[in-house]
Nanobody
Framework: QVQLVESGGGLVQPGGSLRLSCAAS????????IGWFRQAPGKEREGVSC????????YYADSVKGRFTISRDNAKNTVYLQMNSLKPEDTAVYYC???????????WGQGTQVTVSS
């Protein structure tokens, strides 16, 4: 079965850190760019970060640049999103997808909740 599974979300205080994981099963992540997206209540989904399949180049939204780091471990078939200096406005459900645009027909995970609150 082809699927992406996110994990690592939770409740954290402002200024804290979390590391999200996006693990693939049923296919090899090596050949795909992997994107992280988030959707907060009442807001549209937005792209957060992406990592290419070819040279490992990365993209970050301005809102997370300098705080979030995306990486991939092809041996573990997993992509990570290290999130530091978290802010309340980072609160959202975070999804990973097997592309950087967020096409509906791509492979998507089920999402993991990140809540930043004191």
């Amino acid at each position: 079965q082809v699927q992406l599974v996110e994990s690592g979300g939770g409740l954290v205080q402002p200024g804290g850190s979390l590391r999200l994981s996006c693990a693939a099963s049923g296919f090899t992540l090596d050949y795909y760019a992997i994107g992280w997206f988030r959707q907060a209540p009442g807001k549209e989904r937005e792209g957060v970060s992406c990592i290419s399949s070819s040279d490992g180049s990365t993209y970050y939204a301005d809102s997370v640049k300098g705080r979030f780091t995306i990486s991939r471990d092809n041996a573990k078939n997993t992509v990570y999103l290290q999130m530091n200096s978290l802010k309340p406005e980072d609160t959202a459900v975070y999804y990973c997808a097997a592309d950087c645009v967020g096409y509906p027909q791509s492979y998507w995970g089920q999402g993991t909740q990140v809540t930043v609150s004191s």
